[in-house]
């Protein structure tokens, strides 16, 4: 297993003209009047209409040749073990193969299927800051990872967050995969994450993996972690009175997965659309799992929202970009504006299939085809391996 060792953006300059939609990421404003993105050293330097922005001194020209244009995705819910292998499915290559599935971030929720993962605190300090330098490191295909999200277990003190936050370690793994299971134990380790800056998940339904349990309503409410990890299930969801409480008596991000509940997923996206709330909405995969290792997790997700949910396509892709950098503190990417990583996927209408455009198309439940994924402004790949033909892909016509 080789690692890719770029870790820095793509230097120069590169317009992106003819861009036929631009989805922004931004659920305030999710579709942009504009057709040309200008990208300098791996950031976005102006986004607007041909004519409209400063394309002297250009040293690439992407032609997007009328494809649809959006935030690289970010997958909210992987479960990573060591470099590019998942035990859980004993299975090599499965994060560049979710790179081929438009994701350019994926987000840690716990690093709960290492073999023989530590129970003790100094060994879940140790896991999680290794996870983090390693992966901070690693990057197969150029994919942004996020991880060391340390598993909550009886006996934390502050003193331990403090240390993981001084070691780089940013996010805590889901609330109830370890042996911390009560509301008033995880509400008070998650404040003191919370106080040194790391963003946190709680598991939500029946118990998962060995060692996990039940994690209800009441558990969830009380915990108060950043995210409600799985809300339709990680694999298997809570009633939906329960489920109806989560969302109405609390604040925070409401996680929908590939791998959970189906028709919970659409009573939590229903619940949040009848109290505009959309906002508070994010994907993940929760993967990989017992249900596999899943590619196109995000891109079905949104499919599945967008085609049963009665949400406009365009909306449900700023589930799985903007929302998520939003709740993440990932202040640098999610949104295509000024100043954020130029983590672009360029995107059609599957060819052969429903509907008169791209958005149609997603509404009705088909896949889009994937003709190049960007990363700080460095093409990483051209045509998905995983996705099915776009109608149009775009071509570098200049360099």
């Given at each position: ?107 840690s929720a716990g690093e709960a299927h290492y073999p023989g993962r530590p129970r003790d605190i100094v060994g879940v300090k140790a896991l999680g800051i290794a996870a983090q330098r390693s992966f901070s490191n690693f ?209 059609d209408q599957a060819a052969g299939g429903l509907g008169k455009d791209f958005l149609e198309s997603l509404a009705l439940g088909n896949l889009p085809g994937i003709g190049m994924i960007m990363i ?24």
């Amino acid at each position: 297993m080789s690692s890719d060792p770029q870790a820095n953006p793509a230097a120069g300059k590169t317009v992106i003209r003819n861009i036929g939609l631009m989805l922004s990421g931004d659920i305030a404003r999710p579709i942009l009047d504009a057709d040309t993105i200008v990208v300098v050293d791996g950031r976005i330097a102006a986004v607007g209409k041909q004519g409209g922005v400063e394309t002297s001194g250009t040293a690439k020209v992407i032609d997007a040749q009328g494809c649809v244009v959006a935030p690289g995705l970010i997958d909210n819910h992987v479960h990573p073990a060591a470099g590019d292998w998942t035990p859980r499915q004993n299975q090599l290559g499965w994060i560049d193969s979710t790179l081929h599935g438009g994701v350019t971030t994926i987000v840690s929720a716990g690093e709960a299927h290492y073999p023989g993962r530590p129970r003790d605190i100094v060994g879940v300090k140790a896991l999680g800051i290794a996870a983090q330098r390693s992966f901070s490191n690693f990057r197969p295909g150029g994919m942004k990872i996020l991880a060391g999200a340390p598993v909550l277990e009886p006996g934390m003190t502050e003193n331990d967050f403090r240390e993981l936050a001084e070691a780089g370690v940013t996010l805590i793994g889901e609330v109830g995969l370890g042996g911390v299971k009560d509301g008033p134990t995880g509400r008070q380790m998650i404040a003191w994450a919370r106080k040194y800056g790391m963003t946190s998940m709680t598991h939500t339904g029946g118990p998962s993996i060995p060692g996990s349990g039940r994690i209800g309503a009441e558990v969830v409410l009380e915990v108060d972690a950043d995210v409600v990890a799985h809300i339709n299930g990680g694999p298997t969801a809570l009633p939906d009175d329960e489920i109806r409480r989560i969302c109405e008596e609390g604040t925070r991000a409401l996680e929908i997965v590939h791998n959970g509940n189906l028709r919970t997923g659409l009573f939590v996206l229903g619940i949040a659309k009848e109290r505009n709330e959309l906002d508070r909405v994010i994907l993940g995969t929760d993967g990989p799992a017992g249900s596999g290792v899943q590619p196109l997790g995000i891109l079905r997700t949104i499919c599945h929202l967008a085609s049963l949910g009665g949400v406009p396509t365009e909306v449900v892709f700023c589930f799985a970009t903007g929302n998520t950098a939003r709740v993440r503190k990932l202040a640098d990417r999610g949104i295509i504006e000024a100043g954020r990583a130029a983590d672009l996927v360029f995107m059609d209408q599957a060819a052969g299939g429903l509907g008169k455009d791209f958005l149609e198309s997603l509404a009705l439940g088909n896949l889009p085809g994937i003709g190049m994924i960007m990363i700080d402004g460095e093409v990483r790949t051209a045509r998905s391996r995983n996705t099915p033909p776009a109608i149009r892909v775009p071509e570098v016509v200049a360099a």
